[in-house]
């Protein structure tokens, strides 16, 4: 498996920003896709934005326009540029990485979004 180690998490006013790294432990190049995703607490965990092998993007209805997924292929990272929090954005992010049909998961990382 893959080895996924997730930074940049904390806590934020509502409206302010937070930037997500995920570092892994081989070429991002080599994966079918990577992608965040959440879970809040009593909830299940959704998948919030995800970057495929060939750079497509897809983002839940819930954070297009505020939140933006990027791979940076000589760092090994994939990140998560996330603005204009809001308080339903709290929840533990975690980062995924699909490589021949096999799924690794980060350990997660907490968002909390608070005045």
């Known amino acids: 498996q893959v080895q996924l180690v997730e930074s940049g998490g904390g806590l934020v006013q509502p409206g302010g920003s937070l930037r997500l790294s995920c570092v892994a432990s081989e070429s991002i190049f080599n994966m079918n896709a990577m992608g965040w995703f959440r879970q809040a607490p009593g909830k299940q965990r959704e998948l919030v934005a995800g970057?495929?092998?060939?750079?497509?993007?897809y983002y839940a209805d819930s954070v297009k326009g505020r939140f933006t997924v990027s791979g940076d292929n000589a760092k090994n990272t994939v990140d998560l540029q996330m603005s204009s929090l809001k308080p339903e954005d709290t929840a533990v992010y975690y980062c995924?990485?699909?490589?021949?049909?096999?799924?690794?998961w980060g350990q997660g990382i907490q968002v909390t979004v608070s005045s």
């Open positions: 970057i495929t092998q060939t750079g497509s993007t």
């Open positions: 995924a990485a699909d490589l021949q049909g096999v799924r690794s």
